[in-house]
């Protein structure tokens, strides 16, 4: 197999759904994704797609050494209510619970010390959610809740990095050959954030993987290595454990980096040895910030971000069909919020939405106007950002859109008043109590993406990017607008509101003035120089508000710097 087919094959992750093998589109989680112990278990209609994996309150992974079930919410264990068998999480028992036990076996999951005690949905005709407990296994499973399909996620790729030095792990000079040195490296330090030789995943077993070649680590020798798996040897064990990198036979030790030594800093012989130093096996853990590790994923683009697609998106209810909308309002700090069945209304702007991750809100697209719950009933308005009102924190959780302060209150469409039955009939939205019923549901539509040129109004030039043989290393530069349309010169916001390259799907990255380079990137949510949005007539950095792009005055080159409100900071969009 080529190594372009390969790189099309993701390796499958430690994080797995687990699935009804009567109802396919229904999978195990943890109610409401509440974060607390004693949560139910439900089973509940899969989430829309979040990156490769999932949402975290459907993903689950098995821990071999203790036979537990955890969630990627928190790492609590699948258990069991002893006064009604309902299938709980529980943060783990050290010493060993009973209730915390299990095999998956032949498409059931069964109790550690009771193998006819297995996991049951008790009632498929119901609506979702639909409560699970543990019950006798029956002797005819395919028509019962008690089979399930065991579905592994592809991989999450993430960067390792140390907490004493804010090095990352990388794999020595690129080299993918067994024996290969891992050591610890500047994330800039001619590598690209997302190539192979810096990532890591953990594998179905939670053992630490490079993307490189699939190796493992291997601590037999002085310095840490990459070896192939050999489950027969505890040397090449190792897992993510808290903010440590773990022996799994023996959790007492763990890894640490090692100083570079005098030899090592002072060669000339190679820039790379220069700036890396190996990593060692600590006899004991202790609390040396050498000993401690981030693990900054960085989801895969082509699966987290749909290519041309754009940060805008439609609400429409799924028993009605009425579409969410915001009434105009003129100069006002808030605006009436419904949902219409008007054609015309449906398909403008107001019916236009976008979802601001950095305060958790969704706003609309003509005024900026956040969902909000009116003071005086529940009843869903549009009003101007309030970083102190937690009734403007809402979050889409597969079909249904849900406060994120109090999690049991979702977007509702009002049938308690008739209102207009006709084409053009509109009604009213309110927050209400999660009862699942149909007129909580909603289908969210993302909207194709809007090309624009990015145009200076010093000069009349447009950003175009500079084609290369590298595509993730484009450089952005200004250049007079061709006579015909070409993508290299269109650009788009995408769903998270990133400035996006029309040719490559790639995001801009810049650093500041002093570094002087503005080019595209792989999209990298743990890289805060790739987060430019357009806000009024700037680009400007989603982390740090005084940050802009801007045409540099000396060199004329484009380059990011300190808002001054300058004209050389200004840019239109012209949209094609």
């Known amino acids: 197999m080529s190594k372009r087919r390969q790189d099309l094959v993701l390796p499958l992750g430690k994080y797995f759904a687990i699935r009804s093998r009567l109802k396919t589109e229904m999978v195990l989680e943890v109610k409401d994704g509440k974060d607390e112990p004693g949560t139910p278990v439900v089973l509940n209609e899969e989430a829309p797609l979040v990156g490769l994996t999932g949402d975290d309150h459907q993903l689950w992974h098995y821990d071999d050494q203790t036979l537990t079930i955890r969630s990627a919410i928190n790492q609590f264990c699948l258990d069991v209510n002893a006064r009604d068998s309902r299938v709980v999480v ?41 409560e699970v407990k543990v019950r006798v296994k029956v002797n005819e499973p395919e028509s019962t809740g008690q089979q399930w399909i065991i579905d592994y996620k592809p991989a999450a790729f993430f960067h390792i990095r140390n907490h004493d030095t804010a090095k990352v792990l990388a794999v020595h000079r690129a080299d993918p050959r067994s024996g290969s040195k891992v050591v610890a490296t500047r994330k800039d330090s001619g590598h690209r954030t997302t190539e192979d030789i810096q990532l890591w995943y953990e594998d179905r077993t939670g053992v630490i993987r490079s993307k490189l070649n699939g190796f493992v680590l291997d601590s037999s020798g002085e310095d840490v290595v990459l070896s192939p798996f050999d489950e027969t040897k505890d040397c090449r064990r190792w897992t993510v454990a808290g903010n440590s990198i773990q022996n799994r036979s023996n959790p007492s030790l763990v890894l640490e980096m090692r100083p570079p030594t005098t030899s090592t800093t002072k060669s000339r012989r ?15 853990a202790t609390a040396n910030p050498s000993q401690f590790w981030t693990f900054d994923r960085i989801p895969e683009s082509s699966a987290v971000r749909q290519r041309d697609r754009g940060k805008y998106f439609t609400v429409r209810s799924r028993v009605s069909g009425l579409v969410l909308r915001g009434n105009d309002s003129p100069g006002g700090s808030s605006a009436a919020l419904v949902a219409t069945g008007d054609r015309e209304k449906a398909s403008d702007s107001n019916a236009l939405f976008f979802l601001e991750g950095v305060t958790g809100t969704i706003r609309n697209s003509v005024n900026n106007f956040c969902l909000d719950v009116n003071d005086e009933s529940p009843r869903l308005i549009l009003s101007s950002y309030d970083p102190y009102k937690r009734t403007q924190q809402w979050r889409i959780q597969g079909k249904k859109i849900v406060c994120r302060q109090q999690p049991d209150l979702v977007l509702t469409l009002d049938d308690s008043e008739d209102g207009d039955q006709g084409v053009g009939r509109e009604k009213p939205v309110s927050a209400q109590i999660d009862q699942s019923s149909e007129n909580q549901f909603w289908d969210v539509a ?84 790739s987060h430019w949005l357009i806000v009024g007539n700037h680009i400007q950095n989603k982390h ?19 808002f001054t409100g300058d004209e050389n900071q200004r840019w239109t969009f012209e949209y094609v």
């Open 90 to 130: 529980q943060p783990f028992l050290h010493g060993g619970c009973p209730t915390q036990k299990w095999i998956l076996s032949e498409n059931v999951i069964q109790a550690k010390d009771d193998s006819d005690k297995v996991v049951s949905a008790t009632d498929l005709r119901l609506h979702a959610p639909v």
């Open 544 to 562: 740090d508000s005084r940050i802009v792009l801007e045409i540099h005055r000396k060199n004329k080159a484009l380059c990011a710097n300190r």
């Open 270 to 284: 190679s820039s790379a040895e220069a700036i890396s130093s190996p990593l060692v096996v600590s006899r004991q």
């Open 446 to 529: 993302y909207q194709p993406a809007k090309s624009f040129y990015i145009v200076s109004p010093t000069n009349s030039k447009v950003l175009t990017v500079k084609a290369t043989g590298q595509r993730s290393t484009s450089k952005v530069i200004l250049s007079e607008k061709k006579p015909k349309v070409e993508s290299d010169q269109l650009w788009y916001e995408d769903e998270h509101g990133a400035v996006t390259s029309k040719t490559n799907g790639f995001v801009i990255e810049a650093l500041t003035e002093k570094d002087g380079v503005v080019r595209t990137t792989p999209w990298d949510p743990s890289n805060r120089n």
